[in-house]
């Protein structure tokens, strides 16, 4: 069986919204802002950081683009994309910008998609519709 990558982003991809969606506007109900202001940093924090991930992986595994400088390439951009999001979550929390537990569930966003997608391929047997 071959999965269909693009498909699959984009299914990912609509799911980290509609959690993030999800997350914040039920946070947003129990009125405490500065939770909801953590899970949409969070949220928004961490789906920045998936797709760059993305494509900066798919740019480096691409036909054209192989060898060592490529790949070592890669794993610099990927320590300087996680030092920039460490940098971010450093910030938010110690300038008392967001609630860390409103963050810690923002940043869950990317980790509720994928485990939602799991599910939804297990019970089904088949990618999502897109």
């Known amino acids: 069986m071959v999965m269909d990558w693009d498909g699959t982003y984009r299914d990912l991809r609509r799911r980290n919204w509609i959690i993030l969606l999800v997350l914040a506007a039920g946070s947003a109900c129990l009125g405490k802002v500065d939770v909801t202001l953590g899970i949409i940093a969070g ?10 991930l993305q494509h900066t992986v798919r740019h480096a595994f691409t036909l054209e683009s192989a060898g060592k400088a490529k790949k070592a390439s ?15 979550i450093y910030v938010l929390i110690t300038r008392d910008l967001v609630d860390p537990i409103g963050l810690t569930v923002g940043l869950s966003t990317v980790v509720f998609s994928i485990l939602t997608f799991g599910i939804h391929r297990v019970l089904t047997g088949s990618p999502s519709e897109n």
């Open 43 to 52: 949220g928004l924090a961490v789906i920045l950081n998936f797709t760059v």
């Open 74 to 88: 890669m794993l610099v951009k990927s320590y300087l994309r996680l030092l920039l999001l460490g940098i971010t």
